[in-house]
């Protein structure tokens, strides 16, 4: 599995970023997927994710300011961060697994749900 992420950078509090992640190798469709930040410092956590039923998890921490959606035909996950706060500057990683029992295992923000890391794209918010 490959992936192709982008869209991060640096944004002012309250702007807004488009992550994208291509996948490259395997079919999202069917499958599950999510993002995961890590901060310096701070523990890895788990941000958005969706479901092999299309069933989408938020951590609250974002839920009502991000959204995460995927286009099966461009096999590409994205996560829409509208309202950013300084807190949500970090790495961020494009996550998938495939198959419904690997889909299944643990819940939609544990990392050990997935198999697959993307390399990340550096997320920076300015107050």
């Known amino acids: 599995v490959q992936f192709l992420e982008s869209g991060g950078g640096a944004a002012q509090a309250g702007g807004s970023l488009i992550l994208s992640c291509g996948v490259s190798?395997?079919?999202?469709?069917?499958?599950?997927m999510g993002w995961f930040r890590q901060a310096p410092g701070k523990e890895r956590e788990g941000v958005a994710a969706?479901?092999?039923?299309?069933?989408?998890k938020y951590a609250d921490n974002v839920n009502g300011r991000f959204t995460i959606s995927q286009d099966n035909a461009k096999n590409t996950l994205y996560l829409n961060m509208n309202n950013l706060k300084p807190e949500d500057s970090a790495e961020y990683y494009c996550?998938?697994?495939?198959?419904?029992?690997?889909?299944?295992?643990?819940?939609?923000?544990?990392?050990?749900?997935?198999?697959?890391w993307g390399k990340g794209t550096q997320v920076t918010v300015s107050s």
């Open positions: 969706i479901g092999y039923d299309g069933r989408i």
């Open positions: 996550v998938v697994n495939f198959g419904r029992w690997q889909c299944t295992r643990s819940t939609p923000l544990n990392p050990t749900r997935y198999n697959h």
């Open positions: 190798g395997y079919t999202i469709s069917g499958n599950c």
